[in-house]
């Protein structure tokens, strides 16, 4: 079993910045999870927006490409979400994820099994 606790949400005006964390428990090596962002705002789907294999390769959705950076430490077990040059329909809550895939897995497994409880980003213009 994996707790994921995430932070780092807040307010924060258009064109500024914000980290998301999400730390692991469990004692399986992190680098062999498959870690995800998903946001969700009221009134719409929960959307994918970022992904890490467990070789560290990263994808994007269209939306947050060239703004948002996934990455992770492995020693901490944390998973980040830079977040620049936000605007106002960023705000949403935003959810990690994380799936056992094993340490050399090229690819995720396309449901995430563990979440976290969610953080919310506000983004005022």
């Known amino acids: 079993q994996v707790r994921l606790v995430e932070s780092g949400g807040g307010s924060v005006q258009a064109g500024g910045s914000l980290r998301l964390s999400c730390a692991a428990s469990?004692?399986?090596?992190?680098?062999?999870?498959?870690g995800r962002w998903f946001r969700q705002a009221p009134g719409k789907e929960r959307e994918a927006v970022a992904t890490?294999?467990?070789?560290?390769?990263?994808s994007y959705s269209d939306s947050v490409k060239g703004r948002f950076t996934i990455s992770r430490d492995t020693a901490k077990r944390t998973l980040y979400l830079q977040m620049n040059s936000l605007k106002a329909e960023d705000t949403a809550m935003y959810y990690c994820?994380?799936?056992?895939?094993?340490?050399?897995?090229?690819?995720?497994?396309?449901?995430?099994?563990?979440w976290g409880q969610g953080t919310q980003v506000t983004v005022s213009s």
């Open positions: 994820a994380a799936t056992w895939a094993g340490m050399s897995a090229p690819g995720c497994p396309r449901e995430s099994k563990y």
């Open positions: 469990g004692s399986a090596p992190f680098s062999g999870y498959c």
């Open positions: 890490i294999t467990p070789l560290g390769t990263t």
